[in-house]
């Protein structure tokens, strides 16, 4: 038993506070100290950490032990789409749902671009293509939909080298995609021409779309020419995609991972091949937890840094680990 003159740090140690416990607490303004029991004292703080639970529960849509109320009629959040994925039903699990549904969607998508090739450009079309859409990532290939194209005259017309004019192609290609005649190259006056794409062309995976003259260097002309595509970029065929690239999507690449995966650091270094700088890092711990962990580009050493990140874990983890990387590809 602790006599009243023990200093406090004397007195036996307790683990956690009981309701009923008594605190001594003073002010200059009293005449004597006073004292609060334990419970009366955080009654204050359990009530206003009640209220905004409560408040941040209704605003996020979660039932009152916190997880994610289930949407009927849901296309990608039904309770089934978590257990599929084995994922617990949560907020931010639920957001990992959402973000493949969208990086599928954008993927499907139609895309449009204009290229616009100047005179000094079109008069070495055949010495020097032009590759106006660089090339995509392996395992990825451009689909052209459609072609329009638009002359801009300006006080000369062009002169063909010979019976074509200018080829749409994968970069390097024998074959084209879309033939912009001779009669279009031409022309006289400013004229907007669709163009058929060919039957039967090679589709090339991993390369850009080229401009190319195959007669030789069309010669005279001063105007330019505009050019609209419209194009999917297209996975390779099942089971063949790696990452992702120009100008298009949110792609989201996984993987699994153990402690034995982790660096002396306690990182993992992860090759996205992705090609961007623009990436989100989320990590799942062995229970489908959302851990927070910090990233940063290339490996440890800060070597490639569009195509690794090196994600912060730490020693110690325990079972199978999962990540997911979101990249922005240019």
Known sequence: MANVEDRIYDLTAQATPDDADVLIIDNSTNVEPHQITYANLIAPEETARDLADTAIKDGAGLETDGTLIAIPGSNYLENADFVAAAYLVNLKNGLHLLDTAIGAIAQAASLWVQHNLTSAEILDLNVTPLTKQLACATGKFYLVKRVIAKNNFNSVAYTSAGANGIYLRYTGAADYIAHLNKTFLESKTTIRKSFEQADGYTIATATGL???APDGNPTNGDGTISVIIEYVLTND???????????????????TFVAGDLTARGNLEVNHALNTSDVAVFVLDNNNESVAASFSLGDEGGVDKPNNVTISIGAGITGTWRYYILGNVL
């Open 210 to 212: 080229q401009y190319y």
């Open 237 to 255: 065929f099942l089971g063949t995609s790696t990452g992702a690239d120009t100008g298009c999507c949110v792609m989201p690449i996984s993987g």
